[in-house]
């Protein structure tokens, strides 16, 4: 039995494509019967030609992923795209490392356990990179018997 005519019709009625169009293959009979829009139209609203669902692409995979990812697995070398300073500009970086170490040597001054000068020449070593974080400039002062603690 050809239903093309009917499938086209009912294709521009639910707005998809001939392809999502679903025909009952028990009512096959009245389909074919229907010659004009007005009789696919009631088919439809019968419930005997149906737009089938789109297909789509699951997402699952890529959840899962993603939720590994966020769990700090699957960032190894082979995953990277882009270099390190893509990834994390190096300003950024320089920026996460400098403030908690000014932060500390502010405190510091503040409670009085450095004087101003001593804050001046550490601040000027911290601007130029030698301190790693702040971890290394407190066990620096600590060598140097600047902080007693």
Not at 44 to 59: F, L
Not at 79 to 92: C, N, W
């Given at each position: 039995?050809?239903?093309k ?23 096959s009979?009245?389909?074919s ?9 009631m ?8 737009a ?17 990812k ?10 990277r795209?882009?270099?390190k ?5 190096s300003?950024e ?6 403030r ?12 009085g356990k ?12 911290a ?11 407190v066990?620096h ?9």
């Amino acid at each position: 039995m050809n239903l093309k005519n009917q499938r086209r019709m009912a294709s521009e009625l639910l707005k998809c494509g001939v392809n999502r169009v679903w025909v009952d293959p028990n009512r096959s009979e009245d389909v074919s019967d229907a010659i004009t829009r007005a009789d696919v139209r009631m088919l439809i609203n019968s419930g005997t030609i149906v737009a089938r669902q789109k297909k789509g692409v699951s997402r699952g995979r890529a959840e899962f992923e993603k939720a590994q990812k966020r769990k700090g697995r699957q960032t190894g070398h082979g995953s990277r795209r882009g270099r390190k300073g893509a990834r994390k500009p190096s300003k950024e970086r320089w920026m996460q490392a400098i403030r908690p170490i000014r932060r500390k040597l502010k405190e510091l001054r503040d409670t009085g356990k450095i004087d101003p000068s001593t804050y001046r020449i550490y601040y000027l070593k911290a601007k130029g990179g030698v301190f790693k974080n702040k971890s290394h400039l407190v066990s620096h002062l600590k060598s140097e018997d600047i902080l007693k603690e």
